[in-house]
């Protein structure tokens, strides 16, 4: 009999591509949603799964539907992709994102508890739990968090009550610490997308300039595709673990900016970017860079798609998004 998954956050960047890879592998695929009038389709109609997915209702905010759903479907698998995903916004509603962010995977966790134990679980940890620590320029399974938003906060309870419930209960739960991850989906408010976009409508004379934050901050940037692999590869291992899953290079926003805008033959970029204050932040996290060798050992895991690339398919389809070949 063919496995099943439920996947939340199924609408977002990363929720197709799992569900494209597990539906790959032979999955039943469950794709939680919340309840909207007009449900939006278009990442998972990016990647063509949009008729392959079985959709259930619920809301990480709400412990019954997460009970009921548990319950009845008793999935092999939960990936616990959804959350109040974006820094910035974490600042201006924290409530809402540690409800989400910290309160969502517990009741996830209840419910495999007391109704399907035996169902692996896995949880969206990050990077920015990190925040301002690392060990000589590196972030890895043993560094302490030091998270600099209510975003960060959120997902250190997290990843701390995923660990708490396979230590007292036995169960089979993981925690995939992934750095910044990007693809031709990702939301439009997060940097690189941002810049994307942006990049794409300057050059068809759509916009005049790219207004931006900080550009010294450095982040550890993969592709997506390859990032979801990892979350499946945790979850076939023998026994549960916790995982950095990253890169291994570091770059600036600036970076970026400067590759995103010489793809489309522009040099001289200055000449187009604004610095908006509004776009930083109360606290920043100056630089993140992963050390997988865990990942990479155990799981025999590494990233396929390298930097200057990412950029480059990030481009492309945004300008194809515009109507340009
Ligand atoms: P995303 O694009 O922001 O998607 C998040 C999803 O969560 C959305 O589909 C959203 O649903 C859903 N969601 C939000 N609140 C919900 C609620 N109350 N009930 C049910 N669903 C809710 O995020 P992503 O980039 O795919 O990231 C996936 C996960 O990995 C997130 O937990 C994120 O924090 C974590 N993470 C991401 C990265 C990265 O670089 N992308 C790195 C490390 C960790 P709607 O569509 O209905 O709004
Ligand atoms: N969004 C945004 N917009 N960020 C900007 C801008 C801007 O105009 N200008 C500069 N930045 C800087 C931010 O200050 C930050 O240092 C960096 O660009 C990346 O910002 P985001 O793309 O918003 O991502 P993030 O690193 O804060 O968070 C993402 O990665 C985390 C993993 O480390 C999100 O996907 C999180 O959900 C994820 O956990």
Not at 16 to 39: E, M, T, W
Not at 64 to 87: C, K, M, T, W
Not at 91 to 105: D, H, I, M, R, Y
Not at 287 to 312: I, M, S, T
Request: hydrophobic share 35%.
């Amino acid at each position: 009999m063919s496995k099943s998954a439920l996947i939340t956050g199924i609408l977002g960047q990363d929720g197709p591509y799992l569900a494209d890879f597990l539906l790959r592998k032979g999955y039943k695929v469950y794709g939680l949603i919340r309840r909207y009038s007009n449900p939006n389709f278009s990442n998972l109609d990016y990647l063509n799964v949009t008729n392959k997915v079985d959709y259930v209702e619920g809301d990480m905010n709400d412990e019954a539907s997460l009970l009921n759903l548990i319950r009845g479907l008793h999935p092999d698998e939960v990936y616990n992709l959804a959350a109040q995903s974006f820094v910035k916004a974490s600042f201006e509603q924290a409530k809402l994102t540690t409800e989400v962010n910290s309160l969502g995977p517990l009741y996830l966790l209840n419910a495999i508890k007391f109704f399907s134990p035996t169902t692996k679980f896995y949880q969206a940890s990050t990077s920015e739990m990190f925040g301002l620590q690392h060990t000589n320029g590196y972030q890895d399974e043993k560094t302490p968090f030091h998270p600099r938003s209510p975003y960060g906060v959120s997902k250190v309870y997290a990843y701390w009550i995923t660990v708490n419930y396979r230590e007292s209960y036995g169960l089979f739960t993981c925690n995939g610490i992934l750095f910044n991850h990007e693809s031709p989906i990702r939301g439009i408010q997060f940097v690189t997308r941002k810049i994307t976009d942006g990049v794409a409508k300057i050059k068809l004379g759509l916009v005049k300039e790219l207004r931006l934050g900080n550009l010294e901050a450095k982040r550890d940037w993969g592709f997506a595709d390859d990032y979801v692999e990892a979350m499946y590869l945790m979850m076939q291992q023998k026994n549960p673990d916790d995982y950095v899953i990253g890169t291994g290079e570091s770059h600036s926003v600036r970076e970026f900016v400067e590759i995103a805008f010489k793809s489309i033959g522009i040099a001289d970029w200055k000449k187009y970017v604004v610095i908006d204050p509004q776009f930083k932040r109360p606290a920043e996290v100056p630089n993140l860079k992963a050390k997988a060798d865990k990942a990479r050992k155990n799981l025999g895991w590494k990233p396929k798609v390298a930097f200057d690339e990412l950029v480059e398919i990030m481009v492309k389809a945004d300008l194809k998004r515009y109507g340009s070949r």
